[in-house]
């Protein structure tokens, strides 16, 4: 999700009595859940909002323990996940609709007379156009958009086939080119790393956060048992 209603008034009611750092921290962790339109893991919500000094993460566990619960190493929270649900129905359907062609067109009702109005000539039916039309004038229709330059090597060597669409979009977006290597040998050390590697890679993130988060960037990733940081 890029997007989500914020009910200032429900928001205000609840959070009155919170800091400033600790209104900041409910932020970001709500668009954590939203953007990966999922619960937060225990282990990575300091790292995926950024809290490092003693007093974030300090707020950082008062947030969480007051408006999300922790429910099998995930921290959820019930409005989060019906505005998720509401999306991606409505996602759906949106979907469906564009399979069967959009919405109808409308039907015509107005009729053109029968009769021509006296003294005045009929229009000729078949009536040629006085000079051709330039060729760039035509209605060809112009041939879908290729892959981006390498994107394929990139999803073949992800280890997470999910959304590709929002992937595509993403690889296209961040206009990744000459650091194409850069971005496969980051996403080769990181499949031996431990995050990745521990509950049959249940914490490799989506190929399209990777991406719009520019993962590579990262300090280098060791492929070591001593690796300490998250995905």
């Known amino acids: 999700m890029n997007y989500y ?38 282990g990575m919500a300091a790292r995926l909002i950024g809290a490092r000094s003693k007093d974030e993460l300090a707020a950082l566990m008062a947030v969480l323990s007051e408006f999300f619960a922790l429910e099998g190493g995930i921290y959820c929270q019930t409005r989060c996940d019906r505005e998720i649900a509401r999306y991606q129905a409505k996602a759906k359907r949106n979907r469906e609709v564009g399979k069967l062609g959009g919405r109808p067109r409308k039907v015509e009702t107005q009729t053109e007379p029968t009769n021509n109005p006296g003294g005045f000539q009929t229009e000729p039916k078949h009536n040629p156009p006085q000079y051709p039309v330039p060729s760039n004038q035509t209605n060809t229709p112009k041939p879908p958009s290729a892959s981006p330059t390498g994107f394929a090597e990139f999803w073949q060597a992800y280890p997470k086939k999910a959304a590709k669409p929002a992937a595509l979009k993403a690889f296209r977006s961040q206009r990744i080119n000459g650091e194409l290597p850069q971005l496969l040998s980051d996403i080769e050390r990181r499949k031996s790393s431990p995050d990745w590697q521990k509950e049959e890679g249940q914490f490799v993130p989506n190929p399209a956060t990777y991406l719009n988060q520019r993962r590579w960037e990262d300090a280098c990733v060791p492929a070591s048992n001593h690796f300490a940081g998250a995905i």
């Open 5 to 42: 209603e914020r009910h200032v008034g429900d928001y205000l009611r609840d959070t009155a009595h919170l800091s400033l750092l600790e209104h900041g921290i409910y932020t970001r962790l709500l668009d954590v859940y939203y953007t990966r339109e999922c619960g937060i893991d225990e």
